[in-house]
């Protein structure tokens, strides 16, 4: 037996003799505890948000590293931020007529990310947010075959097999592209259709026009800007992206690879955002290094 000394037990708070290095008075304390640290952890959801993948044109390796960190972490809930796919051939810009792609070939890409995604975590609620590259298909319907429109199969939910796969659709309800967001609690959550010139500069912008703390997507950037209100604080993120940082129709200035990890407490308002910035197929997270080279 160790050395005994008089200490405060942390659970019941009353001064007993203990072994030295032990915490609670008796085994019925140190149950109690180990309790009420399970409940506390039930009490709290972690939320997995990434979006910008932009299929065809994502980057492998980032992709892959952000899908095994969410195998590997087993998140409550993932939210697929908007531009998941480019919809690159119903878009209406001009088209590299060289490029072999096709439509259907892209949608059958993106239905095997997803099912990858569900197959990762069979118990996650999954949310996918419409972004204005989803939406390209309603309006490539509006323009070119309006009578088609309603008709199954011809939308994005049905096209990526959603309800097979048990995956939420939040969809944008204008004909043009309008914000699209889901709700965390306090934190919204979405593909908001505003895009500022450098990093942050959204963030802000889009603080001023909602009063609440926000991640956004569509600008690839990655930026926090915070302000205080009469209400308190509220802050907004800017999600980053996952697709290859090189595309053919742009220099992008500001694009960067990034996820979002979002801790929620479920019988409050409380939530805490953690930016997640992979550089050259690698980030730092929990106290581990994960790089894109041990897929």
């Avoid at 699209?180 to 259709?193: A, D, I, K, R, S």
């Amino acid at each position: 037996m160790g050395r005994k000394t008089v200490k405060l037990c942390e659970q019941c708070g009353e001064l007993k003799e203990m072994p030295s290095g032990t915490r609670y008075c008796s085994v019925s304390c140190s149950n109690i505890a180990a309790g009420v640290r399970r409940r506390d952890r039930a009490d709290w959801e972690t939320i997995v948000v990434f979006g910008d993948v932009h299929i065809p044109f994502q980057d492998p390796a980032a992709l892959g590293l952000v899908l095994r960190f969410i195998k590997e972490t087993q998140p409550d809930r993932v939210i697929l931020n908007g531009d998941i796919a480019d919809c690159y051939e119903v878009s209406s810009f001009s088209k590299d007529p060289l490029r072999k792609a096709s439509f259907p070939e892209e949608v059958r890409e993106v239905r095997a990310m997803l099912t990858l995604l569900r197959e990762s975590v069979p118990n996650a609620q999954i949310t996918y947010v419409s972004g204005n590259h989803e939406h390209r298909l309603v309006r490539y319907l509006i323009d070119n075959a309006n009578a088609l429109r309603g008709l199954d199969g011809l939308s994005i939910p049905e096209q990526f097999h959603l309800d097979k796969l048990n995956i939420d659709w939040i969809p944008c309800h204008g004909d043009k592209f309008m914000d699209t967001w889901t709700e965390c609690g306090e934190l919204m959550v979405g593909h908001f259709n505003m895009a500022r010139a450098h990093s942050a500069y959204t963030a802000k912008n889009l603080l001023d026009q909602w009063g609440r703390s926000l991640i956004q997507a569509h600008v690839h950037s990655v930026g926090m800007s915070n302000k205080t209100l009469a209400s308190g604080m509220v802050a907004g993120w800017e999600g980053g992206c996952l697709c290859n940082l090189n595309p053919h129709y742009c220099v992008p200035r500001k694009w960067a690879h990034a996820f979002h990890v979002v801790h929620r407490r479920r019988s409050g308002e409380f939530f805490h955002v953690e930016p997640v910035l992979i550089i050259d197929g690698r980030f730092f997270y929990g106290g581990k290094l994960w790089t894109a080279e041990r897929m």
